[in-house]
């Protein structure tokens, strides 16, 4: 009778030891499964246990996490699991990719096997889980891909004892409710004018829609492309986190994000705890024009952040129009004038930028050419600009009709305008004495031209004149400068 009570607490007494229990595995995950598996395990003693004396399917455990991207040891400056604390196993050798892509508790204690994997990896179709304490076993777990979790974003839990399908939770208590989220991608611009990692609200970005209108928090969220790249929603790439219909999220200053050759790219959102809620795939993109889905179509369009697309009327073709030719009160326009011009202009997907302006006849201009640029596309501007017509002092030109030209942006637009006389005040009258001149043996006459004679010549700019004026003066000034100079050097 002793004998069998003794045999009966040998094999009572290591149960009743258990404070290890293994809660939640991700055996399946959508990424990469060579470093996203997990396996979760609570300390359910009053105790701290020390991790020296702790093994996983027989394999010794070591603190902290392996970041895949640099191989480097992350989070191991601990020695005890507490209680009620979770321990988050993941890949050793190149490391792990779990804490970049679930949101895994920072209370947490990070561990890792001294081999490269898991349990020598966790397979799809099923397998058994082992973890022992002091060469105690503690806890077992077979688990089977017909209880979920196979490769679709969520992991195997217990809840009340029963292992279920669930929203991944590392380092968290599991929970049956599951919320749902009803979070379109529903715009994104990965070819933006100008750099494509700009501080926001410039540069790349993806505008989410709530269909359900109802406000939700979405701190925590994360958009992934198809190279893996990861932008998280928070303060830093969108200027409010929550949203009731629509949330714009940023790079923000990353670059790389979206992919603008021609090759496919995945655009992903994910809820907080790495749950998939969208996805969409495109193609090339042209600069400045952003992808939005209408009713279940998606096309290029002007962007619209924060706005329905509906409302989108894309226009890709380039307008100029000469709006208005101001020409004063007597409603006149003289040779020499500058006249203002009013032109409405839409840069279209096209890369020129450059317009011009300018008045000629039969292909010669009359006036100086106006030149400015236009650096955003698909937006319509009003612009009023000058216009310097040539004075036309020697009456090269006659008066009567003339083209107004304004071309670029691949588009052209003309006008008629009516010229009539010169602006008086810039042309004055002069007279010239043309004189023979001689020196030494070098001579430089008119020929059949008495040697002084008064000729009336030319009608000249006052620009001109005032030119040479300024000329005379600086030369009088100097000249003065010099025999002051002289006398003062003479009186000494």
């Avoid at 399946?28 to 399917?57: F, R």
């Avoid at 895994?104 to 397979?123: F, K, R, Y």
């Avoid at 501080?199 to 359900?212: F, H, Q, S, V």
């Avoid at 193609?283 to 096309?299: A, C, D, P, Q």
Wanted: hydrophobic share 30%.
């Amino acid at each position: 009778m002793k004998l069998i009570l003794l045999l009966i607490s040998l094999i009572i007494i290591p149960n009743s030891l258990a404070f290890l229990q293994i809660t939640e595995i991700m055996y399946a995950p959508i990424e990469s499964e060579y470093y996203n598996e997990y396996i979760e395990i609570k300390n359910v003693g009053t105790t701290p246990i020390s991790i020296e004396n702790l093994t996983l399917c027989d394999k010794e455990l070591f603190p902290g996490f392996i970041n895949h991207t640099d191989e480097e040891t992350y989070l191991d400056n601990f020695t005890e699991i507490q209680p009620n604390q979770f321990i988050i196993i993941t890949d050793g050798g190149s490391g792990t990719e779990a804490y970049n892509n679930y949101n895994i508790s920072e209370n947490s204690a990070p561990l890792h096997p001294e081999g490269a994997t898991i349990c020598g990896w966790l397979d799809n179709e099923g397998g058994i889980i082992t973890v022992s304490y002091n060469e105690e076993l503690n806890d077992t777990l077979h688990y089977y891909s017909e209880w979920g979790a196979d490769n679709n974003g969520k992991s195997l839990c217990i809840i009340n004892n029963i292992w279920r399908e669930c929203l991944p939770s590392p380092g968290q208590e599991n929970t049956e409710q599951e919320q749902t989220y009803n979070i379109k991608i529903n715009e994104f611009l990965p070819n933006p004018q100008g750099n494509d990692d700009a501080p926001m609200p410039e540069g790349e970005w993806i505008e989410l829609k709530n269909l359900d209108n109802q406000m939700i928090d979405l701190e925590g969220f994360y958009l992934k492309d198809k190279a893996n790249h990861k932008i998280s929603i928070t303060e830093t790439t969108t200027y409010s986190t929550e949203i009731e219909t629509f949330l714009t999220v940023y790079t923000n200053g990353f670059f790389g994000f979206l992919n603008n050759g021609n090759g496919t790219e995945i655009i992903t959102l994910h809820d907080k705890n790495g749950v998939p809620l969208d996805e969409v795939s495109y193609g090339s993109s042209s600069e400045g024009i952003s992808w939005s889905k209408t009713g279940n179509i998606w096309r290029q369009t002007t962007p619209t952040p924060n706005e329905e697309n509906e409302q989108n009327q894309t226009k890709f073709n380039s307008e100029l129009k000469i709006e208005k030719i101001y020409t004063g009160r007597d409603n006149r326009v003289k040779f020499g004038e500058n006249i203002r011009v009013r032109l409405t202009i839409y840069r279209g997907n096209t890369s020129k930028t450059s317009i011009s302006a300018w008045i000629e006849k039969s292909g010669e201009k009359i006036s100086k050419r106006t030149r400015f640029n236009i650096n955003k596309k698909f937006e319509e501007k009003d612009i009023t600009i000058p216009i310097q017509i040539f004075p036309n002092c020697n009456k090269k030109f006659s008066d009567g009709e003339y083209t107004l030209v304004v071309e670029g942006l691949n588009e052209e637009d003309k006008n008629t305008i009516d010229i009539q006389d010169i602006t008086k005040n810039l042309c004055e009258k002069q007279k010239c004495e043309i004189k023979e001149i001689s020196k030494g043996t070098h001579s430089e006459t008119n020929i059949n031209q008495p040697k002084s004679t008064i000729k009336e010549i030319a009608y000249e700019s006052t620009n001109k004149k005032a030119g040479k004026q300024a000329i005379y003066i600086f030369c009088l000034t100097l000249t003065l400068l010099i025999i002051q100079l002289t006398t003062e050097r003479w009186k000494k």
